[in-house]
């Protein structure tokens, strides 16, 4: 008995400190708790014969009404309460009608379990927000909104602890929001982790390093600024991407040399500059998993349109039942191969084409065959141009001339493309060849309005938009007016996707914008 009745009386003191820092202008909270203190110290030392109940030595205590939460009485099952709420075994988390669930903390570092905490963590930062809501425009009918998420978190077995300390949050309302900000970023960034482990391929060593660094910098930035606002306990979900960065860098024999330790927390202003970092990292994954992407395409294509024309060759060589079908097969591999960006005279297409020229008949030729015979001639055309060495270094020269002018203009920028259906490996080309932050490809449909396009090209990093008009809509006529307004340089481009042709045509057109 009196160890319990030390227990609590630690438990009264511990909240009483939290209070002291936490809810300084808050006195009659305050007076409150200082009341429970003495009535406890009282019963300490009275015998334990004259003690027939603790919980009816208690003075009676009214609750703070705060809008939007629940009232907490405080009794001695309300502080056993908030002893083992905490546990760190389980999540809990109690609606307004007092339920809870419970749920065990789960430590695989599976792409999975990782995507969970990133539902609960961005979960948390709508909690967040809400509570910046209230405190701007505290009449505001926020109860069916909490309600909403605390559903969603029952779900999902995590604790919106902001609920049950929200007053305690008043008096600051920029803690809030970064709080609310670094819960996103951290979620955010969990999310970019599951999607590499999910994608084995795109998860090299030095790409699934940096990741885990600039989580391990993310969420000690999540863990410093709750330390900061004294909040008593840690937050389970950051805890359980910690516990993930460790497990992961053991697995795969990482090693992380900052911000894994407490006394090297990183610091929660400096999250601007982590988040144009975080972009950086996202776009070089990106253009990475284009490129194989690209890669694989190009080396499925090579193959279905070698085995295409072989084996419609051997049909022909031994006297095919429909020669013209055999043809047109053949012709259709080499679109194919046009149309995946290969070029004409790679040498694995020429050592497997070669061979069908031989079977081409000299006279009443169909559309198939003349269109193979033309490519075949095409390389005798290619082959005589490479015999003037001079004149070809000559174009060479000016189209980097070109490319490089246009380079310096639009370094660092994004294009808006807009007609036709976005192609990766045009978009990925354009990115390369003039150093551009990104190529935004709006694909156009017949009927639809100009609202569509105001957005893409009211963003400020766009630096030029251009109009492919062999595949957009007549309706868009007027783009160039708009562009005017909006002091946007605007191209036409007659046909193609080629970075050279587009420099040529932005020199031609636009060059009086960037001199």
Known sequence: MQQDRELLLKTVQSLNNWLKNRLAQDAKLQETLTNIEENLQKIAIEPISNQINIADNLPKVETVDTPGDPQIPVSI??????????????????????????????????????????KCLNLKSEAFCLQVDRLEDPEAPTELAQAKLITKANELGTRLWIFDVAPAFCSYPEQLADLSTLFAICADSSGILADLLRHEQDCEDD??????????????????????VTFGHPDSDQRRLFSVILDLTDQRHIYIDRHMKTDDPAEPSQLHGFKIRLDAFVKRVTIRRIKRQHALS??????????????????????????????????????????????????????????????????????AQKFIRAYLQSWDVEDEN??????????????????????????????????????????????????????????????????????????????????????????????????????????????????????????????????
């Open 298 to 367: 190009q080396e499925k294509t090579i193959k279905n349109v070698k085995g295409q024309i072989e084996y419609h060759r051997k049909l022909l060589e031994k006297g095919s039942r429909d020669v013209e079908r055999d043809w047109q097969r053949i012709a259709d591999a080499l679109t194919q191969w046009s149309e995946n960006g290969l070029k004409p005279d790679d040498p694995k297409l020429r050592t497997t084409l070669m061979p069908v020229g031989h079977l081409l008949p000299g006279t009443a030729e169909t559309e």
């Open 207 to 228: 790409i699934l390093k940096e990741c885990i660094e600039l989580i391990a910098e993310v969420q000690s930035m999540l863990k410093t600024a709750l330390e900061r």
């Open 77 to 118: 099952e309300k502080l056993d309460a908030l002893r083992s709420k905490w546990d760190t075994n389980v999540i809990q988390n109690s609606t307004s009608k007092n339920t809870s669930i419970t749920q065990p903390i789960l430590l695989s570092p599976d792409p999975e379990h990782i995507e969970h905490i990133r």
């Open 386 to 515: 490479e015999e003037d060495n001079d004149e070809q270094h000559e174009i060479e020269t000016t189209d980097d001339t070109a490319i490089n002018r246009v380079a310096a203009w639009l370094r660092g920028q994004t294009i808006v493309f807009i007609g036709g259906d976005e192609r990766p490996h045009a978009k990925m080309a354009l990115i390369n060849a003039f150093a551009l932050k990104d190529v935004i490809w709006v694909s156009t449909r017949p009927h639809e309005t100009l609202e569509i396009l105001k957005t893409p090209i009211r963003r400020d990093e766009v630096g030029l938009v251009v109009l492919t008009i062999r595949w957009a809509s007549h309706a868009y006529g007027n783009i160039r007016t708009l562009c005017r307004q909006l002091g946007k340089p605007f191209i036409r481009l007659p046909a193609g996707y080629n970075p050279h042709r587009v420099a040529y045509e932005v020199i031609d057109q636009a060059s009086e914008y960037f001199c």
